[in-house]
Structures are given as C-alpha cells and as structure tokens.
C-alpha cells in the first residue's frame, strides 16, 4: 500500500522502546509531521508507566493509551485456546494474536485524530510487519502506511541506540544487552541480539515471569480450571474476567516454572528465527482445554477440528485474522465447542504441567460401557467380530 503524499499526520503504534522512541522522532524529521502516539494497553504492567510523558517530551502532538487487556484475552487468546492453535508444534502466537488487535484500535485512534496515515516499528524481516499491514488493508485500507525500518538509513538496532543517544531519547536497549522483548497478557518474547545464536542458551535472568524450573518449589501444586463452550470462566471455584483469570494462572503457573519455550521457527517472509518464550498461563490453558474435550466431543468432530487446528494457527501467525478465510475457520471452531463444558484438574511441578482429573456435565464418557468388569450394557463384544471383519476386508486380498 502507497503512503500517501504528502503525510500531514501519522498515527505511530508506539511502545515506548527502542524502535519506536527513534521511530516518532524520525517520523517528525522525516516527514516534516505531526505524530499521534498510540499504545494499547493488552498487559505490558510497568512498561506502560510514563509512556504519555515520554511520546511527548520525543515530541509527539498526543499520546493515546487504549485498555484494550479483556478485550484481547476474551477475543483473541481464548478463541486459540478454543482451536488448540499452535503454531509448528510450540508456539502459542502471544505475539501473532495481539498484532491484529493492536493495528484494529490504531485504526480507530487515527480516523478519530484526524490522521491520513498510520506507521508502525516491525522490521522488514518480520512477522509483524505483515500482521500489521494486512490488518490495515483489510481494514482501513484509504490509510496510507509508513513503515520505516523499510525505509531509513538506520540499519540494525546498534544504529537506533546511536540515533537515540544523538538526539537524548531516554531508552531501556544497550549494545551489551541488544535482544527484544515483547510483552502482553499472553507471553514474554524474547528474540534478536544474543538470541540468534541458536546453539546458546538464554541466560536465568532473562525470564521475567517464570522460574527457573530447576528452583521452582519442591512441592506440586493442583489448579481447577472451568470451562463453558471452550471458553475459561473460573479458577479454584472462583469465576473470573477473562483477563484477570489469565492473569492468575500467570503468576501461579510462572512460580512453578510452566511455560518456557526455545525454538527455531519459520516466519512467513521466509527465513527461521530463534525465539524464547514465556507463557505459563496460556500453556495451562492449553493442556486443561484439551482434557475438557476428552470428555466432551464427538470423536469425529474432535478429528475435523485437529485437521483444521494447524491450519487455524498458520493463519494467525501470518496475520489473516481479519480474512474471510479466518471467519470460516472460526465458525467451524465455534461450533465444535459447544459441548466443551466441564473442569480440568492440572498438577503444576517444576516446568509440567500435568492433567490429573476431568468431569464434565454433558460429558460422552460412559465408565459402564468402557469398564473392564463385567456390566449389564448396550455394547456387546461379540459385535466386535462383525466390525473388524468388516473394516480389515479391504487387507485380506492384497495379503493373498
């Protein structure tokens, strides 16, 4: 998409980092522009603290901070946890499901601003840059884009700490600790920098929610997680707002050293990257869903929506979550979720996190069919002559 010329005033998807700090600036220089600084606020905590002040002492017309924390967890989060989204086998796209939501309110803030373009900080080797600005097209698509990391000077972030020591942005970066973060209600990212070795292993301190598995407590704990269609609704007997219920199972999960990932991913533009992932709450999540369907669906309808889980997953990371495609992949997975209702009981210990017991209302499971003890039931074990028979038939004449 052209940016549009010339650019009067540019909604900036800001976070107060390294890129973006320099971005605003540059943007302003650039451009001879005004610049709306905006944030969504989907859990980044302390990251938040200042940041209207700092956009405008960088020089920003406006900062503009949306709550956005429930809506991505009911809208985003939960609906992959529904779907079983896991992106190459571990990855549970913290970072891919917050990116169409962030673009979507940008959009929202630069139409109400006045602004005739947005920008944002993705790299052009990225992921993001693609979750962005296909969200932008399929949303808002008369906005003109700006895109810098494709278009200044600036090579690599050891450049953008120079920029920002040139023109006293205040930054958290330093050229002896270059990796990103990326932080929401979801995850902790961590790429770039001593990162993209993949041979080195990250270091104990860089994890900012998990504990190191090996000093987690010595004693296990048991969460009770409910659901309602798929959908998380209580922790322990307590029902919670979505957000505040991912919230807990952050912290209670993150003690015991649940969620941490390392793995070598293939991005949509082409290349692999390493990542390391924090997502203690999302990975309990995941394994009690999935105990709840054990009970809950159809066999068949549980084997169609597996076929589909991958592809479902592939679409957020690649940032279609506004496509056509999406919604029809999200209408099957709506539908398959409304028998999954139940709780699961998970054993938190030392990095696992394990299911210990599951029950369910409307659950399928029948003990007097399936028991090993002689019952009065429906099902008749001499039928499975018949059956076998029946499905081998098609083997015996290739074994002759």
Request: one cysteine or more.
């Amino acid at each position: 998409m052209a940016t549009h010329s010339p650019v009067r005033r540019v909604c900036l998807a800001y976070s107060g980092g390294l890129d973006t700090s320099v971005i605003l600036k540059w943007l302003i220089e650039h451009y001879d522009c005004e610049v709306v600084a905006y944030c969504a606020d989907i859990g980044q905590e302390e990251e938040l603290s200042g940041l209207p002040d700092k956009a405008k002492a960088t020089g920003a017309a406006d900062c503009v901070v949306v709550d956005a924390r429930e809506e991505f967890v009911r809208d985003y989060v939960f609906p992959a946890i529904q779907g079983c989204a896991v992106y190459e086998g571990s990855y549970l796209l913290g970072t891919s499901l917050a990116r169409p939501l962030i673009a979507k309110h940008q959009i929202d803030v630069a139409r109400a601003t006045g602004c005739d373009a947005v920008a944002h900080g993705a790299t052009g080797k990225g992921n993001d840059q693609v979750r962005f600005e296909l969200t932008y097209r399929a949303l808002a698509p008369e906005l003109g884009v700006i895109a810098p990391w494709r278009e200044w000077e600036l090579r690599s972030r050891t450049d953008c700490i120079g920029y920002a020591e040139k023109h006293g942005i205040p930054i958290t970066a330093t050229k002896a600790k270059p990796y990103s973060m990326d932080r929401n209600a979801m995850h902790i990212s961590y790429e770039g920098g001593i990162l993209e070795d993949p041979w080195r292993a990250p270091t104990d301190d860089m994890f900012i929610w998990t504990r190191s598995p090996q000093d987690a407590p010595n004693q296990p704990v048991e969460v009770l997680i409910g659901f309602e269609k798929g959908i998380p609704i209580s922790v322990d007997g307590e029902r919670l707002g979505p957000f505040a219920l991912l919230d807990r199972l952050n912290k209670i999960a993150g003690a015991h050293g649940v969620g941490r990932v390392d793995l070598v991913e293939n991005r949509f533009v082409g290349m692999k990257s390493r990542g390391v992932y924090e997502t203690p709450g999302g990975t309990v999540l995941h394994v009690a869903h999935r105990a709840v369907e054990s009970l809950t669906l159809d066999r068949e309808v549980m084997h169609e929506r597996d076929r589909l889980s991958p592809r479902f997953a592939e679409l957020i990371y690649n940032g279609f979550w506004f496509a056509p495609e999406m919604r029809f992949l999200r209408a099957a997975i709506d539908q398959s979720q409304e028998n999954v209702t139940g709780e699961a009981r998970v054993k938190l210990y030392k990095g696992s996190a394990t299911v210990t017991g599951r029950r369910s209302p409307v659950s399928l499971y029948s003990e007097s069919t399936v028991t090993f003890e002689d019952s009065a039931t429906e099902y008749r074990q001499s039928d499975a002559t018949g059956f076998i028979r029946i499905v081998g038939g098609r083997l015996v004449p290739r074994a002759k």
